[in-house]
């Protein structure tokens, strides 16, 4: 039986990090496109099956640019889907509009969006062009904090997970003066618990030392947050996989992301792991 063809599509926000994302996607061995019409897709297969698995790897960057042909790309997303030969991820980037402004401004690189409007209002636009694209993607990655060689891991840790009908899970811990990540589906508050910021000897250390860990484990709503939470998520994944969905990001806020949301964060992926899952967890702002 002849390996299937790993099809993956980068997608998303211009000024998210797309062409940063082409770069993984060559370092991983992956024959990569821009601004591929949706409409080429198959033909492109097609192409690369008749070379006998020398070009089995294929990452096309598809968006706005497309114009009036993305509005064919859910109909071909689900026709990718259904056909047994192909392995397909749809990644999604964003970042938040003072980030992509920040970042044109540097570059001074022209957006996508044609008219003499403010760069807010185009991206805000082109947001709203490819909200349904957003919609079915496998994935949504945030990158307005994220360094390259934390965008390389991630995307690692996406294309090495197993095809298998469950959903893959991501914790992401992060602090609330930094903004919640704009990629998570469920996002719960852990500042109930005692700051270790106070105590003074624990505000310079995180929640992935002992002496952390220990101290926030230590209050009673601490342990009954825990069971409540933990059979909520066995309870709610079931669904998720039920529906179909691929991946699910968890993200748990405290103040700073550095002590709370983090020891919550390792404790939480413990359990999950234990009970079969596969699990990724980003600490995002725990060195900020």
């Not at 071909?76 to 990644?91: A, E, G, T, V, Y």
């Not at 003074?200 to 069971?227: A, H, I, P, R, W």
């Not at 103040?255 to 359990?271: D, N, P, Q």
Request: net charge negative.
């Amino acid at each position: 039986m002849n390996e299937k063809t790993s099809f993956v599509i980068i997608t998303g926000l211009s000024g998210a990090g797309k062409t940063k994302t082409v770069g993984v996607m060559e370092d991983l061995g992956y024959f990569c496109i821009d601004n591929l019409p949706p409409d080429l897709i198959f033909d492109f297969i097609k192409i690369s099956q008749r070379t006998e698995g020398m070009l089995n790897k294929i990452c096309a960057v598809i968006d706005v640019r497309s114009g009036n042909f993305l509005a064919a790309l859910p109909s071909i997303i689900d026709k990718l889907k259904k056909d047994p030969r192909i392995s397909l991820k749809l990644i999604f980037l964003e970042a938040s509009t003072d980030s992509l402004v920040r970042r044109f401004s540097e570059t001074r690189r022209k957006h996508p969006i044609e008219g003499g409007t403010e760069i807010q209002q185009k991206i805000e636009e082109e947001r709203n062009r490819l909200s349904h694209t957003k919609e079915i993607s496998d994935i949504v990655i945030d990158t307005s904090n994220y360094e390259i060689k934390n965008l390389k891991s991630k995307i690692i840790d996406i294309l090495s997970y197993p095809e298998i009908e469950t959903t893959q899970l991501f914790i992401v811990t992060f602090g609330y003066k930094f903004g919640i990540p704009m990629q998570a589906d469920i996002v719960v508050d852990v500042r109930f618990i005692p700051n270790p910021f106070y105590k003074e000897e624990l505000g310079k250390k995180n929640g992935l030392t002992e002496e952390v860990m220990d101290y926030v484990k230590s209050f009673s709503e601490t342990q009954e947050f825990l069971d409540k939470f933990e059979g909520f998520l066995l309870f709610l994944i079931p669904h998720y996989i039920r529906e179909g969905k691929s991946y699910l990001t968890i993200a748990l806020g405290c103040t700073g992301g550095k002590h709370r949301s983090v020891a919550i964060g390792e404790m939480l992926s413990k359990f999950l792991v234990e009970n079969g899952y596969t699990v990724s967890v980003e600490h995002r702002d725990i060195y900020r």
